[in-house]
């Protein structure tokens, strides 16, 4: 991966967002995943980002959390710049990226003792923030099992625990209740929902336009790399729901006609 410095542009606002984007670009081979986007979190918003398949959301969310270079644009943290200033940065983030790689080879507890002890918490701090997060994410029973033997709901728990261990003001989660079941969810719900209230900001992706309805204060809806909307959720949906408004928005629903006429064929 290149060392140059990452060309900015737009300097931080003077009373920062939780995030702020700013011209964000990143391309693989041929294809622009983002493509100049900007974008402003509120201090203390519950925010939700939207968008269809391969519309640059996880990828948005690694460029701003300093898991992927941008080509072009930079991030800023409550003011930090995530490349010039990477460690005030990142110790104002808790991360869930997708597809999340685990020190799997550890327990569930050394692991969030691991991850407490790397944000400098005292070793006796990190114990007891690990207990705490094990047993409200329903996950204590499971403390001394290998992490590579947790199943998918479970790892996505002990990678939120991770997320949270140290205490940060920002929390950014990509697809959290992806494979979780009905009552963590809950939990889940509600540990984000303290944590806004209190001042913390949430940014969160999802599928799932009922969840973001329910949850978030804040949307943006993105396509190809851009941002089509955002802003207040009542704002973005108007009369409609979310959904309708993001069908409106990205486009592409398709008339099957008398396509697949074979599948509403029954024999007797």
């Known amino acids: 991966m290149s060392t140059d410095p990452v060309p900015h542009v737009h300097s931080p606002p003077s009373a920062p967002p939780a995030l702020a984007l700013r011209g964000l670009v990143k391309q693989f081979d041929d294809t622009v995943a983002v493509a100049g986007l900007s974008l402003d979190v509120p201090v203390g918003s519950f925010f939700g980002l939207v968008g269809p398949n391969g519309a640059g959301k996880t990828t948005t969310l690694s460029l701003s959390t300093g898991l992927l270079r941008p080509d072009a644009g930079t991030a800023f943290v409550l003011g930090h710049d995530v490349w010039s200033d ?6 104002l983030l808790g991360v869930l990226p997708d597809g999340l790689a685990l020190f799997d ?5 050394q692991l969030l ?21 094990l047993d409200v994410l329903d996950l204590s029973d499971a403390g001394d099992t290998l992490v590579v033997d947790y199943s998918a709901g479970m790892m996505k728990k002990i990678g939120l625990a991770c997320a949270l261990i140290h205490g940060p003001r920002i929390l950014v989660l990509d697809e959290p209740f992806e494979s979780v079941d009905p009552v963590s969810a809950t939990t889940i719900r509600s540990i984000l929902r303290s944590f806004a209230a209190s001042g913390g900001t949430v940014v ?9 309805e329910q949850l978030c204060d804040q949307v943006a809806i993105i396509a190809d790399g851009q941002v089509l909307a955002s802003g207040a959720l009542n704002d973005i949906r108007g009369d409609g729901s979310l959904e309708e408004r993001f069908v409106g928005l990205v486009g592409g629903q398709r008339d099957l006609g008398d396509g697949l006429a074979w599948l509403r064929t029954f024999a007797d």
């Open 113 to 133: 003792e691991y991850i407490g002890r790397l944000h400098q918490l005292e070793r006796q701090l990190a114990q007891q923030r690990a207990a705490e997060l």
């Open 105 to 109: 080879r550890l327990t569930g507890t």
């Open 204 to 212: 969160l992706s999802s599928h799932v336009m009922a969840l973001v």
């Open 86 to 91: 990477p460690v005030t940065a990142k110790r």
